[in-house]
């Protein structure tokens, strides 16, 4: 059960980097939650190490919406290099 909502959590933080986000990103379904995952996770390691929250706080969640962020600025550039 907790890894549906690890994909559940991860499904809506990734919708809501992509609406912060400007442009338009070509994304369907999997790759937006993982997207959310993978950013939960860079945000939980990151922020956890540094000390600014623990598991379980409300930082958490906008840790992990701001690191979806990093990783589609991200995405963008390497998909806009491998266009070219």
């Known amino acids: 059960m907790e890894i ?3 994909i ?3 499904f809506i933080v990734g919708v809501i ?3 912060i ?3 338009r990103e070509n994304m369907g379904f999997i790759v937006t ?3 959310g995952i993978a950013g939960s996770f ?3 390691y990151v922020g956890q190490a540094l000390g600014w929250y623990h598991a ?3 930082a958490g969640f906008i840790g992990s ?3 979806a962020f990093v990783l589609l600025v991200i995405y963008g550039f390497v998909k806009g290099k491998a266009a070219n």
Do not use: E
């Open 4 to 6: 549906l909502g690890t």
């Open 8 to 10: 559940i959590v991860g």
């Open 17 to 19: 980097a992509k609406l």
């Open 21 to 23: 986000h400007p442009g």
């Open 33 to 35: 939650t993982l997207l």
């Open 42 to 44: 860079l945000a939980g």
């Open 56 to 58: 379980g706080q409300g």
């Open 65 to 67: 919406i701001v690191g």
